[in-house]
Every structure is written in structure tokens, then in C-alpha cells.
T-cell receptor
Framework: KQEVTQIPAALSVPEGENLVLNCSFT??????LQWFRQDPGKGLTSLLL?????REQTSGRLNASLDKSSGRSTLYIAASQPGDSATYLCAVRDGAQKLVFGQGTRLTINP | DTGVSQDPRHKITKRGQNVTFRCDPISEHNRLYWYRQTLGQGPEFLTYFQNEAQLEKSRLLSDRFSAERPKGSFSTLEIQRTEQGDSAMYLC????????????FGPGTRLLVL
């Protein structure tokens, strides 16, 4: 059974810092990995999707990497801003169509 | 592109009542998913449709839960004889098909069972 873990559960950093969020998964046989952000009480916003054949994806200040063999992904956020404060979730799609989510990292950017 | 929409956004009901939620996916998206999220946890998969066919169901989806997507467009999720443990955010997502697998989520329906 696929399990996804995100560390740390919460992170607080000053504005302007670069930061890394971690995601690990137990079964390396995945089709893709997706990063989302979720604001309090809201739905999920897709940030990046990495196919299993890819190593990384970039969108603006965000860069996601994937090391399938070791079961790890990182989300790098450059020059953090208070508007980046949210919960970040990673999810993997394995043999089925469903996504298996981690519990998320709650990020706070302090002005 | 109006995104995925869900209705209602909030629902308060008494234990034992039936509730129904609606999801309208992004136009032309063939795949539709339902997830459930409780406080402080990541979403958990409930069920998946490819067009009108329900192809996957989680063990979380007890006999009290039923989902439909009658014409391959909008979907409904019904919970019969609600229990307090059903209180959660119910999220709907859609994706195009094998060519574009990004799942786009709606705002969710927050259910509170008293």
C-alpha cells in the first residue's frame, strides 16, 4: 500500500528566504507526482505535476524535483513571500487513477 | 474556463438524514474524482469516473455512499443515513484524460453532521 509522508508538518520562515519542502513515498512504481497548495478552508490548487520519467518541473519561483528510485520529491520555493503561506500537499498516482496524498506541510512566511 | 464547481459549499445536517452533493467538472474533462478530507489530513480517495463509468471505489465508500455521473458531465455524491463521522470536506476533481493528467480541484463541500 502506497504511503506518502511530508516533513516537516509545519514550517515558519522569514520573508525572502528560499525553502525546501520534502515528500517521500514508499512504492517507487508511480506514474506521476503532483504538488498542490491549499489555503485554509479552501480547495486545492495544482502547482506542478512531474511525470515518472521526469526529474524536475519549474513554474515561476517554484521548482519540484523527483527521485523515483529513492521515493523522494522536493518542492523548492525561491524568495518566499507572505502570500506563499498555505498548506502544501504532495500526492502520487500509482497504478490506479487515484492520488495518494501526504498530510501536508503548513508553511508560514513572516513579513 | 470556469474551473471545477461544487454545490453546496456548506451543509449542516442532523444525524440520520440524507445529503447530496453536486460537482461540475471542467468542460471536456473525461475523468472525475471524489475525495474526502478531514481536519489536518490530506485528502483520501473515494471514487473515480471515466466518462459515465464508475471505475474505482475506495473501501472508504461504505454502502451508505453512492456516486453517479449519469451523462458523463456533472456528478453527484449521496450519503444516506449520515453519521457524525461523515463530517468532512468533500472534494471533487477532474482531469482531461491520459494526455493531461493534472487533477484540478473544486472548492469543496464542507459537511457537518450534528
Amino acid at each position: 500500500k502506497q504511503e506518502v509522508t511530508q516533513i516537516p508538518a509545519a514550517l515558519s520562515v522569514p520573508e525572502g528566504e528560499n525553502l525546501v519542502l520534502n515528500c517521500s513515498f514508499t512504492d517507487s512504481a508511480i506514474y506521476n507526482l503532483q504538488w498542490f497548495r491549499q489555503d485554509p478552508g479552501k480547495g486545492l490548487t495544482s502547482l506542478l505535476l512531474i511525470q515518472s520519467s521526469q526529474r524536475e518541473q519549474t513554474s515561476g519561483r517554484l521548482n519540484a524535483s523527483l527521485d523515483k528510485s529513492s521515493g523522494r520529491s522536493t518542492l523548492y520555493i525561491a524568495a518566499s513571500q507572505p502570500g506563499d503561506s498555505a498548506t502544501y500537499l504532495c500526492a502520487v498516482r500509482d497504478g490506479a487513477q487515484k492520488l495518494v496524498f501526504g498530510q501536508g506541510t503548513r508553511l508560514t512566511i513572516n513579513p | 474556463d470556469t474551473g471545477v464547481s461544487q454545490d453546496p459549499r456548506h451543509k449542516i445536517t442532523k444525524r440520520g438524514q440524507n445529503v447530496t452533493f453536486r460537482c461540475d467538472p471542467i468542460s471536456e474533462h473525461n475523468r472525475l474524482y471524489w475525495y474526502r478530507q478531514t481536519l489536518g489530513q490530506g485528502p483520501e480517495f473515494l471514487t473515480y469516473f471515466q466518462n459515465e463509468a464508475q471505475l474505482e471505489k475506495s473501501r472508504l465508500l461504505s454502502d451508505r455512499f453512492s456516486a453517479e455521473r449519469p451523462k458523463g458531465s456533472f456528478s453527484t455524491l449521496e450519503i444516506q443515513r449520515t453519521e457524525q463521522g461523515d463530517s468532512a470536506m468533500y472534494l471533487c476533481a477532474s482531469s482531461l484524460d491520459f494526455r493531461e493528467e493534472t487533477q484540478y480541484f473544486g472548492p469543496g463541500t464542507r459537511l457537518l453532521v450534528l
